[in-house]
C-alpha cells in the first residue's frame, strides 16, 4: 500500500485508538480535557497534533483543513455502564458525544466530514433509556447521509480481559455490511435495531464479521512478582464475602493442591432484600473488565490459590495494562490511580486493529478504487 490513512481521535485517552489503528494511520488531531492523560498521550506519541480542552469548547476551524478519512470517539460511557447511574446520553459525561457531533455537523457544512464515523461506547447504550439513546445516535448519523452499523466485540478474543464494547460505525459510502442480516447477532443490538426510526432503519447495515479469538496469553501470564500480597486477614474477610457456591469451589481448589489464578471485584447484591458486599472472582484465565477507579466498581483484586494457601492482592497498574493489550514499553502515569483510570478508560488496541483491518481500510480501500 503506497497511501495510508488519517484519523481525528476524540476522547484521545491515552491514545489506545491511535495505538490500534497502527503505523498505516496519520493522526491529523487528537483532543481530551484530562491534562493527565493528555501527558500520557503525549509519553507515548508526541503532542504535536493534541489539543487539551472540552470538546465543546471546540470549532470547526480548530480542526485541520484535510479531509479525514475516519473521525474516532469513544466519549464518555459511565452515564451509560451498567455500573454507572444510567443517566443517559444526556447526563453531563456521557453527553460529552453532543460536543463531539456538533463538530462533525460542521465538518460536514464545509463540505470536509469524515468518510468513517467510530463511536466507541459500552453495550449498555442499545438499552440506555429504553433504546431511545441508541436510535437518537442513529438518527443523527442518518440525517448527515451515513450508512450506520454496528458490532459488540470482546476484547477477551484477543487479550486476557472480558471487556464487551459497542462499536458503532458510520459510513458515507454503503461499504460496509449488508441491508439484510445473513447470521446470528446479539438479541440487545437485534432490539435496538428494530427501534430505530424509519430515516435510520433505511439506512441500517449489518455486519456478519466475527473476530477469530486469537488470545494467546492467560491472566497468570500477565502478572508481576513485585507487588506484595494483603495480609492474611483482608485474604479471610475477603473469602469470608463469596457466595457459599463459590466458596465451595474455591475450597475444593485449595484440597486439590493445584495452583489457580483468579481476578475479582467486591461487589452490592441484594439477597432476600437484604444487600450484602459479596466478593465474586473468576478463574477462567481473564481478568475481569477494566475499570476506572472512579467508576462503580471497586478495583480488581488477584486471587493466587498454591498448594493450599490462598493469598490477595490489588491489581497492578502495569498488568491492568497487560490486560487491556498495552506493550510493557507503553508509558503509563506513575501515579497507580491516575495509570489504572487512563486504562480503564480506554479502548483494546487489539480491539481497534481487528475493525480497521477487517471492515475500515477495506471500505476505503473501495472506496478510493471506485473514485
Known amino acids: 500500500m503506497t497511501q495510508g490513512y488519517t484519523f481525528l481521535e476524540f476522547f484521545a485517552g491515552g491514545g489506545m485508538a ?64 451498567l455500573a454507572g447511574a444510567r443517566g443517559g446520553l444526556g447526563a453531563a459525561r456521557s453527553g460529552a458525544f453532543f460536543g463531539f457531533w456538533r463538530l462533525m455537523e460542521a465538518l460536514d457544512d464545509e463540505g470536509r466530514a469524515p468518510r468513517l464515523v467510530v463511536i466507541e461506547n459500552v453495550t449498555g447504550l442499545l438499552t440506555s433509556r429504553g433504546g431511545a439513546d441508541f436510535a437518537g445516535l442513529a438518527a443523527r448519523l442518518a440525517a448527515r447521509g451515513y450508512f450506520i452499523s454496528a458490532t459488540i466485540l470482546n476484547a477477551a478474543d484477543f487479550v486476557p480481559q472480558s471487556r464487551p464494547r459497542l462499536f458503532i460505525i458510520g459510513a458515507r459510502e454503503d461499504r460496509i455490511g449488508a441491508a439484510v442480516r445473513s447470521g446470528p447477532a446479539p438479541e440487545a443490538l437485534v432490539r435496538a435495531a428494530a427501534l430505530l426510526p424509519p430515516q435510520a432503519k433505511a439506512r441500517w447495515r449489518w455486519i456478519s464479521a466475527r473476530p477469530t479469538p486469537s488470545r494467546t496469553a492467560t491472566l497468570a501470564d500477565i502478572l508481576e512478582a513485585g507487588p506484595a500480597f494483603d495480609p492474611p486477614s483482608r485474604t479471610r474477610a475477603l473469602l469470608a464475602a463469596m457466595a457459599p457456591a463459590q466458596a465451595a469451589a474455591i475450597a475444593a481448589l485449595r484440597r486439590s493442591g493445584e495452583r489457580g489464578i483468579g481476578a475479582g471485584f467486591r461487589r452490592v447484591r441484594v439477597e432476600a432484600g437484604v444487600k450484602k458486599v459479596r466478593f465474586e472472582a473468576r478463574f477462567d484465565g481473564l481478568a475481569g473488565c477494566i475499570r476506572t477507579p472512579a467508576g462503580g466498581s471497586s478495583r480488581q483484586i488477584i486471587l493466587e490459590i498454591d498448594k493450599g494457601r490462598v493469598r490477595t492482592r490489588l491489581m497492578s497498574a502495569r498488568e491492568a495494562a497487560r490486560a487491556m493489550g498495552l506493550p510493557d514499553d507503553y508509558s503509563l502515569p506513575a501515579s497507580a490511580t491516575a495509570a489504572l483510570k487512563l486504562v480503564g478508560d480506554g479502548v483494546s488496541p487489539a480491539v481497534v486493529r481487528w475493525l480497521a483491518e477487517t471492515l475500515l481500510e477495506p471500505a476505503l480501500l473501495r472506496n478510493r478504487a471506485a473514485a
Not at 470549532?59 to 479525514?68: H, T
Request: glycine share 10%; with cysteine; hydrophobic share 40%.
Open 18 to 81: 491511535r495505538l490500534g489503528l497502527g503505523p498505516r494511520w496519520r493522526c491529523l488531531f487528537a483532543n481530551d480535557v484530562d491534562p493527565l492523560k493528555r501527558a500520557a498521550y503525549g509519553a507515548n506519541f508526541g503532542l504535536r497534533h493534541h489539543r487539551e480542552g472540552d470538546v465543546h469548547a471546540l470549532g470547526a476551524g480548530d480542526l485541520p483543513l484535510e479531509r479525514p478519512d475516519l473521525a474516532w470517539a469513544s466519549s464518555p460511557c459511565q452515564d451509560l455502564s
